[in-house]
C-alpha cells in the first residue's frame, strides 16, 4: 500500500476524475487510514512504499504491476501522467529483492487493475487500459492461458472495478461493463456470480478485497452486502468517497505480494 500523501487530482484521465473536484485531504488521509486499520485486523501483513510528489496517483499501488513469485513484472502505464511512478515501484520491488521482468514493450497494460487471479484461473481485463497485446507476454510471464475479458463502459475501466474474484466459486461482478462473451466465460468460471446493481457498481462495489471469508468494500451498497452475507461472507465497509472522485476505492489501493502464488505465476 502507499499512503497518500501526495494524492491530488491534477489531471483527468477517467471519468470520474475532475480537477475542480479536489481532493479533501484530511479526509482522504482518514479514509486510507481506515482502509489500511481493517486490513492489519484482518490478518493482512501490510508493506508500505512512498508516493512521490511528481505522482499524484500512486496510491492506487494495485496498477503498479503484478507480483509472481520472486518476480515483480511492471505496468506499462497507458496515460503520461501515470508513467513516473513505474520508476518507483521497480525501485521498491528491487530493493525488495524481486527480480523483474517486462512486457514487451510498448503495448500498454496495468497490473492488477486489469490482471486478478481467481478460481484456479488468470483474469484478464483489456481495451481501455490494458492492450489485449500485452496479455499474450503475460501469458507468457505467467505460463497460463488468461481468461480474457473485453471491457465495455468506460467508468468501469480496469478488470478490478467490476469484477471481485471472493474464492470459493463465488464472484462479485457489474454485467453491463462486460461484453456478452466475457459474461460466458464469467460464468463458466464461477460457480455463483453476484450481480452488482447500477448503484453499487457506482459506489465501486465490485473494487472489494477479501481477506479469508470477510469481504471489504466501500461504504453504502446496502444491497451488495446484503447479497454477500446471504452467500456467507462477513462484511466490513469502510468509506472511500475521496478516492472514488480519482477512480478507485478499496481494491486499487492494494497490490497483492503474494497473488500469484507458486513462484512460477501459477495460482
Ligand atoms: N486515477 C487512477 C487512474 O485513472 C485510478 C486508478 C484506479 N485503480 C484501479 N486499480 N482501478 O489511473
Redesign the pocket.
Known amino acids: 500500500m502507499c499512503e497518500p500523501t501526495h494524492y491530488r487530482i491534477d489531471y483527468e484521465?477517467?471519468q470520474w476524475?475532475r480537477r475542480a473536484n479536489a481532493v479533501r485531504t484530511e479526509r482522504a488521509n482518514a479514509q486510507w487510514r481506515g482502509l489500511h486499520e481493517t486490513l492489519i485486523a484482518l490478518g493482512v501483513d501490510v508493506e508500505l512504499v512512498e508516493q512521490g510528489a511528481d505522482t499524484p496517483?500512486m496510491t492506487?499501488t494495485?496498477?503498479a504491476g503484478i507480483v509472481a513469485g520472486e518476480r515483480f513484472i511492471p505496468a506499462n502505464f497507458r496515460?503520461p501522467e501515470?508513467q513516473l511512478e513505474e520508476a518507483r515501484f521497480t525501485g521498491w520491488f528491487q530493493e525488495h529483492g524481486y527480480r523483474i521482468e517486462t512486457v514487451h514493450e510498448p503495448h500498454y497494460w496495468?497490473g492488477?487493475?486489469d490482471v486478478l487471479p481467481g478460481e484456479g484461473a488468470v483474469f484478464a481485463g483489456y481495451r481501455f487500459?490494458t492492450e489485449f497485446r500485452a496479455l499474450d507476454h503475460i501469458d507468457e510471464l505467467l505460463g497460463c492461458e488468461t481468461v480474457r475479458l473485453e471491457l465495455t463502459d468506460p467508468r468501469f475501466?480496469?478488470l478490478?472495478?467490476c469484477l471481485a474474484p471472493l474464492g470459493g466459486g463465488r464472484g462479485l461482478f457489474y454485467p453491463p461493463a462486460f461484453t456478452e462473451e466475457s459474461r460466458r466465460a464469467l460464468a463458466e468460471r464461477f460457480a455463483t456470480l453476484i450481480a452488482v446493481s447500477d448503484h453499487d457498481a457506482a459506489r465501486f462495489a465490485c473494487?472489494a478485497v477479501v481477506a479469508g471469508e470477510t469481504v471489504v468494500l466501500n461504504a453504502g451498497c446496502t444491497e451488495t452486502v446484503r447479497a454477500l452475507r446471504e452467500h456467507g461472507l462477513a462484511v466490513v465497509e469502510t468509506p472511500m468517497d475521496e478516492f472514488i472522485k480519482?477512480?478507485?476505492s478499496v481494491?486499487?489501493l492494494l497490490l497483492m505480494l503474494d497473488a500469484f502464488g507458486d513462484g512460477r505465476g501459477r495460482p
Open positions: 484521465i477517467n476524475m496517483d492506487f494495485a496498477n496515460f501515470r496495468e492488477e487493475g487500459r475501466y480496469h478490478d472495478t473494487n480519482a477512480g478507485g481494491k486499487c
